[in-house]
């Protein structure tokens, strides 16, 4: 069998890694220009392949038999190629999107959904709406229903994103104000890079129960598979994919007091992850083109936190580092949602007695204690978990990773 993902302009993606663990076939990226896709579509060399944009409801006019859901929709991202030749499109966004509501526990069944975007995303999830018992309202730009008159909608218990808005690489914005919702009851964004868009973020801010589209992506592709190969999976299948990604694309971000070991337990946990490691006081260094105590020394310390905060957003947006933060990076409250947006942050702790100071312009300058003391409820209320670095690099490595598996 040979199976792919056909669409323009690719990119990563994760849908061969989930298929790779879904069955026991090719899966290939196969990029193609619109002048391109009627000679793919009838001679290309697949048995059957999924379709992202901007081909979900190109592809129609040249498939032969279309599922109901997929007729249902008007988009189609599954196509089989069966023995005969003939090729049969079906749309597995559908399931995808019920299964990820029904894995949120958000109750939509007889709540009024307000669902934002009007494009193929936003049908399905309309559709998937009705019929699990919601009165969705599309939000567009334009129309009945916009961005310029949500006050009408105050009332809505449920929001789902089915924009790009707040799309990797494109982070930290948000389609709407979540407070002028005040019975927002639950919140589900289609996107799954990075795993807490801005509107997610701004959700949990409100303790609102709230999900990403991780999970509907690997459950679109167990049912893709299903039609690829004829053969039905386990639903429980789903979990485990969705558990071992999330995992790999989240970061590990260290912080801590300078000089607690940051760098040094991170290269080796980066190493035993098979991970790449990045410290974040070298990036500034680089984007500075001189030394951390030259920047304290020629420019202060509000240059340095400002190159701080710039470069730990472009780390924060990426997925799968190992980052070490510097010490003081927790005193800017806008560095915590660029680093959770994709990371599990880990408070590094060790004794102020075996800090160096040796090249740290703030901790020559102040006493430790009393940095400790402004610092550590910063640290307490950026961190996810809090490990001790007492014994050696290995040990602390292996307690992080002990405590990151409970995390998940």
Not at 218 to 240: H, M, N, R, W
Not at 287 to 296: E, N, R, T, V
Not at 360 to 367: E, G, I, T, V
């Amino acid at each position: 069998m040979k199976c792919g993902l056909l669409g323009r302009k690719l990119g990563h993606s994760y849908s061969p890694q989930i298929h790779g663990m879904l069955g026991d076939y090719s899966y290939a990226l196969f990029e193609k220009e619109p002048e391109q896709l009627a000679s793919f579509l009838k001679d290309g060399d697949f048995t059957g392949i999924n379709v992202t944009i901007p081909y979900k409801k190109d592809v129609i006019p040249y498939l032969d038999e279309l599922s109901a859901a997929a007729r249902k929709i008007g988009s189609v991202n599954t196509i089989v190629r069966r023995a005969d030749g003939s090729l049969f499109g079906h749309n597995s966004d559908y399931f995808g999107f019920v299964s990820l509501v029904r894995h949120s526990g958000i109750a939509v069944a007889g709540k009024k959904v307000l669902v934002l975007g009007s494009g193929g995303t936003s049908n399905m999830a309309v559709a998937a709406l009705k019929d699990l018992g919601a009165a969705p309202v599309v939000i567009s730009r334009s129309g009945e229903n916009n961005y310029d008159n949500l006050h009408l909608h105050a009332d809505a218990s449920v929001i789902v994103n089915a924009t790009p808005v707040g799309m990797y690489p494109n982070t930290g914005v948000s389609p709407i104000d979540l407070n002028r919702f005040p019975k927002l009851e639950g919140v589900l964004d289609v996107i799954y890079n990075p795993a807490k868009t801005k509107l997610l973020l701004d959700a949990e801010a409100l303790g609102v129960p709230h999900e990403n589209g991780l999970w509907m992506l690997v459950a679109q592709a167990k049912e893709a598979s299903e039609y690829f190969t004829g053969k039905k999976l386990p639903d429980s299948c789903i979990g485990k994919i969705h558990g071992i990604l999330s995992r790999q694309m989240k970061n590990i971000v260290l912080i801590g007091m300078p000089g607690c070991g940051k760098s040094t337990v991170g290269k080796l946990l980066a190493e035993k992850l098979g991970r790449s490691f990045v410290d974040a006081d070298e990036e500034i260094i680089q984007l500075a083109g001189k030394s951390i105590p030259g920047i304290f020394a020629q420019d202060g310390e509000k240059v340095f936190r400002k190159l701080e905060t710039a470069t730990l957003e472009n780390l924060g947006k990426q997925s799968g580092l190992v980052i070490a933060t510097g010490g003081g990076c927790v005193t800017r409250e806008e560095n915590y949602p660029a680093l959770h947006q994709n990371g599990s942050i880990v408070w590094l702790e060790r004794s102020l007695s075996l800090l160096p100071t040796e090249g740290r312009p703030l901790s020559q300058a102040n006493r430790l204690e009393e940095m400790y003391t402004i610092r550590k409820p910063l640290y307490e209320s950026f961190a996810d978990i809090r490990v001790e670095n007492a014994g050696s690099p290995e040990q602390t490595v292996s307690e992080i990773l002990s405590q990151l598996e409970e995390l998940s």
